[in-house]
């Protein structure tokens, strides 16, 4: 096999990549790349660092990465200490005494079965315990609580209460004709067609329902303390006024007429 070192540097040239935008994709200094291309293994920190750097940096420009390593470890890394001691009797005994020794997941599970086993006798003494005991508990909850309900149920801001009348003021802003009407079927007379004019009398009506209809748009109505402009037009307009409400414009056949 061609050395290590040449082989990812021809690669990486083959392919055209810089050593800064191998270290972008890699995540892998520059400097430990250079270290790897010239096959500095000093220049590393040591030789599981250089068989990740391998696997990664072989991997990243398509090669054999599994290969690279195996040729590293054969020519360049060195056998450990414990490769190097010899085989012996003790040593093999005592590996095989350390084989029997007990799994720490099996300690685990122990200690778990006793835990849940105490748990267990605490629950069941709970549950022999007389229940008279839980009673008072249970019965001053309620009445603690129940001034807090009361307390909220206070707080709560009360529904704001329908008029039962609605009340019209008109301020004329000119000459117009106006009818007025009370009630259900209109049957109440309050203004008979008459013509206002600026300046006159400003009377305020109330009723559970008024109807009424402008000549022209030569006034202005204030219903229950809001101010309304009549429009201008070629007929006469007319409203329903009703508690809580806002005025509704009538068709030209419920209007009042006064006649």
Do not use: H
């Not at 206002?196 to 229950?224: E, I, S």
């Amino acid at each position: 096999m061609p050395e290590i070192g040449p082989t990812l540097r021809e690669t990486r040239m083959r392919q055209r990549l810089d050593i800064i935008q191998v270290e972008a994709a890699t995540k892998i200094r520059a400097k430990y790349l250079r270290a790897l291309e010239n096959e500095e293994w000093d220049q590393l920190p040591g030789p599981t660092f250089v068989r990740t750097f391998l696997r990664t940096y072989g991997d990243y420009l398509g090669l054999d990465s599994k290969m690279l390593v195996e040729e590293y470890k054969q020519r360049f890394q060195r056998p450990t200490p414990q490769e190097l001691l010899p085989f012996s009797p003790r040593a093999a005994g005592r590996r095989q005494r350390r084989s029997f020794a007990i799994p720490p997941f099996v300690v685990v599970g122990a200690f778990v079965l006793v835990l849940l086993g105490a748990l267990f006798a605490i629950g069941t003494l709970w549950d022999d315990s007389p229940e008279t005991a839980a009673t008072p508990t249970a019965t001053a909850t309620p009445a603690a609580e129940e001034p807090q309900r009361k307390q909220r149920r206070r707080r709560k801001p009360p529904a704001p209460a329908v008029p039962k009348r609605v009340s019209l003021q008109i301020e004329p802003t000119g000459l117009v004709n106006v009818c007025l009407v009370a009630g259900a079927a209109g049957d109440r007379v309050l203004i008979p067609s008459e013509n206002l004019d600026v300046g006159g009398d400003t009377q305020v009506f109330r009723a559970k329902r008024l109807r009424v209809t402008f000549g022209n748009g030569n006034a202005v109505m204030r219903v229950a303390g809001k101010t309304y402009d009549v429009p201008e037009d070629d007929e006469p307009i007319g409203y329903d006024l009703r508690p809580g409400k806002k005025p509704r414009t009538l068709p030209a056949g419920e209007r009042p007429t006064c006649l």
